[in-house]
Each structure stands twice: as structure tokens, then as C-alpha cells.
């Protein structure tokens, strides 16, 4: 949280924001049907990009070691977690892909969902309760998915 902090405070420049909002539209760009980039080419763009973002925002060379490190520090519980609780990284992803996906289909704190139901005139009470079914559906599956991937151990 500590980095979160930081990094609100420092990208308080408009300019920044904007050029920042630009890189990571680019960056989006990397997929296998645009430049053929995988997990070391975007692993680098991640870094460099981060590097870059650090200098705009004036962290200077100290600040963004620092931000790098209060990241993975934010991280490294997590990944502690996940390998304590024995499965592999492909499965931990993919649990995190599904809770991600399907809760983005109900969460109110999702501008894009509220955005389009503002824009179809739905209220948020009657979407909820016309999608809750599904989200039922949803969590049953991804539940028998993962029960799956941990008995095959996907990704070994």
C-alpha cells in the first residue's frame, strides 16, 4: 500500500497522466496477434515501462528501485500463499482470472458495468438480480474447473 501511496502523490502532473494513459494503451499492444511477444518480451516491457513511468513522475533512479521493491513486497505474501497451499502457478492465475471475470459482471465499483447500464437505462438492483443466476452458474463451474486443474495439476 505503501507504493500506492507513492505513486498517487508523484503522478499528480497532468502531462504524466496523460502520457502515461498512452503507454499503457501501447503496451496492450503485445499480444500474439500483434507482435508475436510472449512472457520474457512483455516481462521486459513491464520493467521498462516502469522504469520510464518512474522518470516521468520524478522518482529519480533511487525512487523507482524503491517502488519496485514496495511492489514485490506487496506481492510476495501472495505468491507465499499460493505455493503453501500447494498448487501451481497456472492454477492460482486461473483462479484469479475467474473470480476476476465473473465478478466484473456484478460489482457495482465497475465503471464499465455501470457505464453501459447507465447507458441501456437498467438500475443496477434489477441487473443484480437478473444476473445472479448466472453468477451461481458461474461460481459452480469455475469451482468444478478449478477442482480439475488441481487434480490434473494444470500446469506442470
Do not use: C
Not at 501501447?26 to 508475436?36: A, Q
Not at 520524478?58 to 511492489?71: E, I, Q, S
Not at 513486497?73 to 484469479?96: H, S, W
Not at 465497475?110 to 453501459?116: E, T
Amino acid at each position: 500500500m505503501l507504493f500506492a501511496r507513492r505513486y498517487r502523490a508523484e503522478m499528480k502532473r497532468p502531462g504524466a497522466t496523460r502520457l502515461l494513459d498512452l503507454l499503457a494503451a501501447l503496451s496492450h499492444r503485445t499480444d500474439s496477434g500483434g507482435f508475436g511477444w510472449y512472457i520474457i518480451e512483455m516481462s521486459a516491457l513491464f520493467v521498462a515501462l516502469g522504469i520510464l513511468m518512474g522518470a516521468i513522475g520524478g522518482l529519480g533512479a533511487n525512487g523507482v528501485a524503491r517502488a519496485f521493491m514496495d511492489g514485490v513486497r506487496d506481492l510476495a505474501p501472495t505468491a507465499m500463499i499460493i505455493g503453501l497451499v500447494g498448487v501451481t502457478r497456472q492454477t492460482a492465475v486461473l483462479a484469479f482470472q475467474m473470480g476476476d471475470g465473473f465478478t466484473n459482471m456484478i460489482i457495482p465499483t465497475n465503471a464499465v458495468l455501470m457505464g453501459v447500464l447507465t447507458l441501456a437505462g437498467i438500475p443496477w438492483p434489477s441487473w443484480a438480480r437478473w444476473i445472479l443466476p448466472l453468477q451461481i452458474s458461474l461460481f459452480a463451474l469455475g469451482v468444478l474447473a478449478l477442482a480439475v486443474a488441481v487434480y490434473v495439476g494444470y500446469g506442470t
